[in-house]
């Protein structure tokens, strides 16, 4: 019993044990492509493109988690792009964690040059730079140091007693990625990439003296399309994570079903799953129409620790893409889409 309350206390207060300086995650991760790498900016099928990203996380134990994503990036394509075109987008993420709310705005510039090696073979890199924010609120969190002896009740007018001399502070981020394509025909393509975040480690506390560094996130990414038949492709996606001692691995896949190929009329239905390994698994649905893209997944928490009191519901995640195309491909090249 005494164990089982200790879990839940360090859940209650997770982002001020070391997981404070950890980045928030997507089970999805495929769909926020400059979240995990800014070489990624203008590697799809179109010329604009704008990402909304929503996730929400254990409202049922109840210390909500939720993450929010908002994503712009474009292509500036010359006339001829024999040797390759610049990128950029705009990210603004928000993320609430936890009992403390501990809050993170951010708001982050990312630009990418992709480089044709051969029509079938692109190497891009990217840097991204921004701004970010982080707080907490007492409001809803007890200390010892509330506890009166002598009247033996508890005061919060007495102060938590922690050496908070700030409850909000602001850093710079950086980033930068390199990203491998092979696009054997439209449908059938492998990327490979890796990027690393918080280049400078900027330091994270709130008592504004000690020096305690953002870790640098490093990660590495794949995913590989395959034509299958007219109506149907498979798709394997992989993220490895690392962040000082932590390490998050994801594994997933979905197949997609072509339901209409005509242009303009433009509908298919993907279904998959996704593994986050020793923490949960996530089904997923989505539907594409055209150049609109609509993913859900729902998080099942596996981690025992965790689904204990969660009952192994972790929240659901959705993205919305819209994708504007305003010129053709250009020879045989055309890039596929990343779902």
Wanted: charged residues 20%; positive net charge; hydrophobic residues 35%.
């Amino acid at each position: 019993m005494k164990k089982n309350i200790l879990h839940l206390i360090l859940f209650l207060f997770l982002p001020f044990t070391g997981l404070m300086a950890q980045d928030f995650h997507y089970s999805q991760f495929y769909n926020e492509p400059l979240n995990f790498n800014p070489s990624l900016a203008g590697m799809y099928d179109g010329d604009k493109r704008f990402i909304l990203s929503l996730r929400d996380q254990y409202r049922s134990i109840p210390v909500p988690y939720s993450t929010f994503s908002l994503n712009y990036d474009m292509k500036f394509l010359p006339q001829r792009p024999k040797k390759g075109f610049f990128s950029a987008g705009v990210i603004f993420n928000y993320d609430r964690q936890g009992s403390s709310a501990l809050t993170l705005y951010n708001l982050n510039l990312a630009g990418s040059y992709t480089y044709y090696l051969t029509p079938q073979h692109l190497i891009s890199g990217g840097g991204l730079i921004g701004f970010s924010n982080r707080g907490f609120s007492e409001d809803n969190l007890s200390w010892d140091n509330y506890w009166d002896p002598v009247r033996e009740t508890v005061d919060p007018t007495l102060g938590s007693g922690e050496p908070f001399e700030r409850y909000r502070f602001s850093f710079l981020e950086t980033g930068a990625g390199v990203n491998y394509r092979f696009q054997h025909s439209v449908r059938n393509s492998l990327m490979l990439g890796a990027s690393a975040f918080h280049l400078t480690q900027p330091s994270q506390n709130f008592s504004g003296v000690t020096v305690d560094p953002l870790d640098i996130r490093l990660s590495l990414m794949a995913i590989a399309n395959v034509k299958l038949t007219k109506e149907l492709d498979i798709q394997g996606q992989f993220l490895y994570q690392k962040q000082d001692v932590y390490k998050e691995t994801v594994l997933g896949g979905f197949i997609k079903l072509y339901i209409n190929n005509k242009l303009g009329k433009q509908l298919s239905l993907n279904l998959g799953l996704m593994n986050r390994f020793g923490e949960g698994i996530a089904p997923k649905i989505a539907v594409e129409y055209n150049s609109w893209y609509v993913g859900l997944n729902y998080d099942v928490v596996t981690k025992k620790d965790l689904s204990e009191y969660s009952n192994y519901r972790g929240g659901p995640e959705i993205h919305l893409k819209y994708v504007i195309k305003n010129v053709k491909p250009f020879g045989e090249f055309k890039i596929c889409p990343i779902y």
